[in-house]
């Protein structure tokens, strides 16, 4: 299965540690993610507020120079994932638009005609490679293991088709597929405070907070999510929360990718464990010793 | 001589006369060839407006007759009976709708003139070319079908069979009594549902007019009005119904189970037997019980025939199968009801997948006294609820899924609350919109429930889920709303929550609406003939409306409803004949090359082939005039009467004569 | 002045008129330029009828009619389409862009639908401009379609009758 890959900008640099795990998993499950040439920004969800057309402008390009491959493009970021399919789709409905974008392109000596799949990570480790699939190659099984799922806001809404927004599943059944328990999470797709954090840091950590108390109140061992900014909120800003909450959360964050490796029975060192803000706590250490 | 139109032009008060320039038109139609006179007035459908149609026809100044008003599918008739009354055949009459299709969808008073101009001068040309057809008459079959076994359709049926009138009433469920037989308590008067309802349904089940066919379905109806004929299935019972006593035995030994014995208070909600050999709940009419081929044993693995043995009637008869019996009837009346919302796809609210969510048809079930809880209020566990939330607006009043108002959902939402206090200690949680109390009593209802202590908060719910924050809401359900009143989100940990889910149209009503050639809306309900004046006709004479298979509404309209259609029937039977369409199609043997063609094309098998002459023939009691054979034969041999091709073609002409 | 198109509907009874009035009960407001003609059935429309509007001058033909497995004769309206996809492809050989002839399903329930069909229609035929007809290519169908002198006609040797 060979895809264009799309990773944007948090995965070659904070989220790098996604990264690593992604190019640690994907020769084992059998994904080949060929990068794309030249890549830029996606547009960008702030970018998008402030400057709508040059954004859609900036996200087409990458459209634009994915497009001779005739491939599926993917990408491990949510906000990427949601830009790229809203660029997508109003290039598709919107005739106006369209042909500015064209022009746009043009001047750049590129075009587009709209035949390009954007599609999330975790979209295709459910769909193309499957839970079974993922199980039948498990070294070591996470029996014993409670994760809580958070998917956040950008991968389910709105509606992107492959997964319900407001209970979705794939990411649980894939958990399940490792032998670990996916726990009954009503706060799967609920805000983590996104990039508030860099404007009202209060209210961002107050909405973190709940995520890591309900979390925490559900047995969860470890929270499990699949965007970078999701993943950066609840564990590099863990302390903070429990500064201005009065809170002892201490909670491990992990990417899906890094649970899966652990499964698949890779080293921690090539998961990219070791960056983890908040450190896999001696519960965890002890089942993922023991499986 | 040549033809002498008539013009007449309605202000329909302002509703006309504010968009279109009606001196202009007059002056446009005086121009116009074959007029003879115009003339206006403020409404042309009162009595002095049809008088001055009359007094020209009967002075001899006319002889066709162009109204140029409103919509003929709202006056066409009134003005045919205009020209019947004055000696002219109601057929030399057409009509110009400068209403609907122009003064109320044009904003521009220029061009709703020019617009109605062109409809006028189009009219005018159609009704040189007008010829007089003769009336047909046919006669009334004085039975009536009745389709549903509601509280709507035994209120017409014994209506219509206490005149005297034979009717046929067919129930698709082993039993009638429909949604109001699961009630225990209907609103705002809090009488006991069985008490009212139970005789009405013994009534149905003896008496002499009423010929009851439960379990069975309309499968097809062919026919038009005064003579519909109408084929139903009649479903296997696995029980004879004429030995069968109704004793019980079958169903106290049956080891089969349709509703599951095990399994959580909820789970094994029920109000007649869980066992295979059922009655749906035990006051049903007919008393006699049904299998559940589903889960009977002696059906799925073949062993079992307890219920065989057990009969002392030998009424159990696994080898029974569906059969068929056909009749006519003259009218048709469609008392098919609802079903509700299924709240599961609104993932939010948890039905399906969060324990103690249930819906308001479920709870009716708990509050029932011969329920499976024995009216009991309880927790899937079997505990009493300490607090309990009502959502309101499930499913309807919501863009996603129904946008119309479900209208009973307030006021059974009210009932909810006081039962609850009744038998419970339980706080009682309101979630409503708005509090919509219409009805008689219905505000003084709410009144009354302000004074029991139950809680009211407005704003619609955003989620139910277990979003447990404390070591005490461990086994609760956590409701989050936007209080509008308090301007404050609020999250609120309840025991139980009960979704009042929207009406929705019953399962099958398109496929009746098709077989009666009626109209659903978008809301998939049945469309009445008029909103106002017409609100239990169609568009097909004959065929009636009742309850819910119209819109959403309560017993009391719906029973006003049902005895509106029966006397609306009566009315028909009485009668007893009705005229119908004139305006068939005519094969003209001369000029019938006998090719065949449109012997295939009527849906109504109203065309067959003159052996002897070779040409095709219309058998014009079975026509009704939809006009697919005229446009299709290639001799230009049929004839549409009242739309035939000069009269279109004189129409399009008018249409685009330049001014 | 901007052109204003002259366009005719033909227009189911039981579906499509009465959606269209529908849309008058509801006051949504659209285009003036459709004149409806009312026909019992979409069924009922004879190629010859759109052939005759557009030779009478309109600039082009809407038909409408229940949707399928509505009609109120079971299927007329499957015949309306049959029709209407022959004679879309017979238009060109007129000289007549096909788009000139428009086929849309519209219920009784559907006013706001109709409105936006009609408006729609108007700005199509707006764009493709007047109906630039050659008198020549009619003159074949003339016997069938020029019915107001010859009928005319007859109808005088009727009244003579009488």
């Known amino acids: 299965m060979k895809y264009t890959y799309y990773p944007g900008c948090s995965v070659k640099a904070t989220a790098n540690l996604y990264q690593e795990s992604i190019d640690a998993i994907s020769p084992i499950l059998g994904l080949e993610l060929e990068e794309l040439e030249d890549w830029n920004c996606c547009g960008a969800t702030a970018y998008m507020s402030v400057k709508e057309l040059m954004s859609f402008a900036i996200s087409a390009r990458n459209l634009a120079l994915a497009e001779p491959f005739h491939r599926d493009v993917v990408t491990p970021c949510s906000a990427c994932y949601l830009v790229l399919n809203k660029t997508n789709q109003y290039f598709t409905e919107y005739p106006d638009l369209r042909k500015k974008l064209g022009q746009a392109l043009e001047a750049g000596g590129l075009s587009y005609s709209g035949n390009i799949r954007v599609r999330h990570i975790l979209d295709v480790l459910f769909n193309d490679v499957g839970p079974e699939k993922i199980s039948s190659l498990v070294k070591k099984r996470l029996d014993g293991l409670r994760v809580a799922p958070y998917y956040g806001c950008q991968i389910v809404r709105p509606e992107m088709g492959f997964d319900d927004p407001d209970d979705p599943q794939s990411m649980d059944r894939l958990i399940e597929s490792l032998g670990a328990t996916s726990v009954e999470y009503p706060l799967k797709t609920k805000c983590c405070g996104a990039s508030l954090m860099g404007t009202e840091e209060d209210l961002a950590l107050r909405l973190c907070c709940e995520l890591l108390t309900g979390a925490e109140s559900a047995g969860a061992h470890c929270i499990v999510t699949l965007c970078p900014l999701c993943q950066m909120n609840l564990d590099v800003y863990q302390s903070k929360v429990n500064r201005l909450c009065r809170m002892k959360h201490n909670i491990p964050v992990l990417y899906i990718t890094q649970l899966i490796g652990i499964a698949l ?27 | 001589m040549p033809e002498r139109v008539g013009v007449y032009i309605c202000h329909c008060g302002s509703n006309i006369a504010g968009k279109i320039d009606i001196e202009k038109l007059a002056g446009f139609a005086e121009k116009l060839d074959n007029v003879a006179l115009v003339r206006d007035y403020k409404f042309m459908c009162s009595d002095p407006g049809q008088n001055l149609i009359q007094s020209d026809l009967e002075a001899g100044l006319i002889d066709r007759v162009v109204v140029a008003s409103c919509s003929p599918l709202m006056h066409e008739n009134t003005f045919r009976k205009v020209c019947e009354r004055s000696g002219v055949n109601p057929y030399l009459f057409t009509m110009t709708n400068i209403r609907e299709q122009c003064s109320w969808v044009h904003i521009d008073e220029a061009s709703s003139t020019e617009k109605a101009m062109d409809l006028l001068a189009a009219s005018v040309r159609r009704a040189v070319y007008l010829e007089p057809l003769e009336k047909r008459e046919v006669a009334i079959n004085p039975r009536t079908l009745v389709i549903g076994g509601g509280i709507a359709g035994i209120q017409a049926a014994l209506d219509l069979a206490e005149a005297g009138k034979e009717v046929v009433l067919v129930e698709r469920e082993p039993s009638i009594g429909g949604h109001m037989a699961k009630f225990d308590k209907t609103f705002p008067t809090l009488d006991c549902a069985a008490c009212i309802l139970t005789p009405r349904m013994v009534q ?58 095990k399994g959580n208070v909820h789970e094994k909600l029920s109000l007649g037997p869980t066992s295979s050999i059922y009655m749906p709940f035990m006051q049903a009419i007919p008393a ?14 073949g062993k079992c025939r307890i219920c065989e043995q057990v009969c002392e009637r030998n009424a159990i008869n696994y080898d029974m199968e569906d059969s068929f019996e056909e009749f006519e009837v003259g009218n048709i009346i469609i008392a098919t009801g609802f079903q509700p919302f299924d709240p599961s796809v609104i993932k939010r609210y948890g039905y399906g997948t969060l324990p103690n969510v249930l819906t308001s048809v479920e709870f009716e079930i708990m509050n029932c006294a011969s329920g499976s809880t024995g009216g009991k209020i309880l927790k899937a566990d079997g505990t009493e609820p300490k607090s309990i939330g009502i959502v309101h607006c499930v499913g309807s009043r919501d863009k996603h899924y129904h946008e119309y108002c479900s209208r009973v959902c307030c006021m059974y939402a009210l009932k909810f609350a006081h039962l609850i206090k009744e038998k419970t200690d339980a706080e009682v949680y309101n979630f409503y919109i708005d509090l919509r109390c219409f009805g008689k009593g219905y505000e003084e209802f709410y009144d009354r429930l302000l004074g029991e202590d139950v809680r009211f908060i407005r704003g619609k719910v955003g989620e139910i889920s277990r979003w447990v924050a404390e070591e005490d809401e461990k086994d609760q359900l956590i409701v989050r709303v936007e209080d509008t009143l308090v301007g404050a989100v609020r999250r609120i940990p309840l025991d139980m929550v009960v979704l009042c889910t929207a009406l929705e149209k019953q399962d099958g009503l398109d496929r009746v609406a098709k077989m009666c050639s009626v109209s659903v809306g978008k809301d998939g309900f049945i469309i009445e003939k008029h909103p106002k004046l017409g609100p239990v006709s169609t568009a097909t004479d004959g065929v009636f409306i009742v309850g819910v298979a119209q819109s959403p509404k309560d017993i009391p309209d719906t029973v006003a409803q049902a005895s509106a259609a029966s006397s609306a029937v009566l009315s028909m039977i009485t009668r007893e004949k009705i005229e119908i369409e004139a305006a068939t199609a005519e094969i003209i043997e001369e000029k019938c090359s006998g090719c065949r063609i449109c012997n295939n094309l009527c849906p109504y098998l109203a065309i067959n082939f003159d052996e002897e002459k070779k040409v095709s023939i219309i058998n014009e009691a079975l026509c009704k005039g939809c006009g697919t054979c005229v446009a299709a034969c290639p001799s230009n041999a049929i004839t549409a009467k009242h739309f035939n091709d000069k009269q279109i073609f004189a129409e399009i002409e008018g249409l685009l004569s330049a001014r | 002045m901007e052109f204003e198109p002259k366009l005719v509907g033909f227009l189911c009874n039981w579906c499509s008129y ?95 639908k109709f409105a936006k069909v009609v408006n729609e229609f108007t700005d199509k035929i707006k764009k493709l401009g007047p109906l630039n007809m050659k008198q020549s290519i009619f003159d074949s169908m003339k016997e069938d379609i020029v019915v107001h002198e010859s009928a005319g006609e007859e109808k005088g040797g009727e009244a003579d009758e009488a």
């Not at chain 1, 029975?265 to 499986?291: C, F, M």
């Open chain 2, 288 to 301: 006699i019980p049904v299998i559940d081929r589903e889960s009977c044993l002696y059906f799925q693995k």
């Open chain 3, 18 to 112: 009465t959606g269209a009035d529908l849309a008058g009960t509801a006051r949504i407001s659209y285009a003036p330029n459709l004149r409806a003609i009312r026909v019992m059935c979409s069924g009922r429309i004879d190629p010859t009828f759109i052939i005759k509007a557009l030779y009478e001058g309109a600039d082009g033909v809407l038909i409408a009619g229940c949707h399928p497995g509505d009609c109120h004769y079971q299927e007329g309206n499957y015949k309306a389409l049959r029709r209407y996809k022959l004679l879309k492809r017979i238009l060109p050989e007129y000289g007549v862009e096909p788009e000139r002839v428009h086929l849309e399903w519209v219920a009784a329930s559907e006013g706001e």
């Open chain 1, 265 to 291: 029975g890779l080293p921690s060192k090539d998961l990219g464990l070791d960056k983890l803000a908040v450190k896999l706590t001696k519960p965890v250490k002890e089942i993922l010793q023991g499986a």
């Open chain 2, 204 to 261: 149905i089940g003896q008496h002499a007019n009423i010929h009851l066919m439960s379990y069975a379905e309309v499968e097809e109806i062919n026919g038009y009005v005064g003579n519909f004929n109408i084929k139903v299935r009649q479903k296997a019972r696995y029980v004879d119904a004429d030995l069968c006593n109704g004793c019980g035995m079958c169903w106290e030994k049956c080891p089969g189970t349709r509703v599951p014995r």
